[in-house]
Antibody, heavy 117, light 107 residues
Framework: EVQLVESGGGLVQPGGSLRLSCAAS????????MSWVRQAPGKGLEWVAN????????NYVDTMKGRFTISRDIAKNSVSLQISSLRAEDTAVYYC??????????WGQGTLVTVSS | EIVLTQSPGTLSLSPGERATLSCRAS???????LGWFQQKPGQAPRLLIY???HRATGIPDRFSGSGSGTDFTLTISRLEPEDFAVYYC?????????FGPGTKVDI
């Protein structure tokens, strides 16, 4: 059974940084594209970034380039999202998701990031 | 960027009725790389349909997807109580991956 478990969320002050992690199990991690998708409170889904199987290719939504960095550790079966210069509008549940292609087939339960002073 | 528009915004139906949800893309979705997701309050999205018309593993056959190019449809043939949720379409043909704004199916 595919399991994706996010961690690292919490309350952060505006301008701060945060590193989210996602631990993967139950499948061959090295065969999956991995994505981060976020959902602001009461809003829809917004794709943030994805990374290919060996970490050599990364894609980001334009508005998040520069502040968001996706990475993966194949040895630890994990994917991370580093977010800097956090703003109130970054407040959201951040989901880790993956699939054999760009489609986000499997999802974690999400981790909540709240940006507030 | 491919912009996805979903209609209607809200669909008010009763159990046993048929639901027809629309997703329209601003440009053609290559290879019909279009998926449909269901999300219930407090839960992560769940994949229902991929490549426009293929049901994901474990999805009941009352869910079906159709369409190609720029116009796609999710049909729920007979609504069950557990089907009342928000449904999103997603294109994964072109970066950035984009989602539609969602259709809420409620009673």
């Amino acid at each position: 059974e595919v399991q994706l478990v996010e961690s690292g969320g919490g309350l952060v002050q505006p301008g701060g940084s945060l590193r989210l992690s996602c631990a993967a199990s139950g499948f061959t991690f090295s065969t999956y594209w991995m994505s981060w998708v976020r959902q602001a409170p009461g809003k829809g889904l917004e794709w943030v970034a994805n990374i290919n199987q060996d970490g050599s290719e990364k894609n980001y939504v334009d508005t998040m380039k520069g502040r968001f960095t996706i990475s993966r550790d194949i040895a630890k079966n994990s994917v991370s999202l580093q977010i800097s210069s956090l703003r109130a509008e970054d407040t959201a549940v951040y989901y880790c998701a993956g699939g054999s292609g760009w489609l986000t087939e499997d999802w974690g339960q999400g981790t909540l990031v709240t940006v507030s002073s | 960027e491919i912009v996805l528009t979903q209609s209607p915004g809200t669909l008010s139906l009763s159990p046993g009725e048929r639901a027809t949800l629309s997703c329209r893309a601003s440009e053609s979705v290559t290879k019909n790389y279009l998926g449909w997701f269901q999300q219930k309050p407090g839960q992560a999205p769940r994949l229902l349909i991929y490549d426009a018309s293929h049901r994901a593993t474990g999805i009941p056959d009352r869910f079906s997807g159709s369409g190609s190019g720029t116009d796609f449809t999710l049909t729920i043939s007979r609504l069950e109580p557990e089907d009342f949720a928000v449904y999103y379409c997603q294109q994964c043909a072109l970066s950035p991956i984009t989602f539609g704004p969602g259709t809420k199916v409620d009673i």
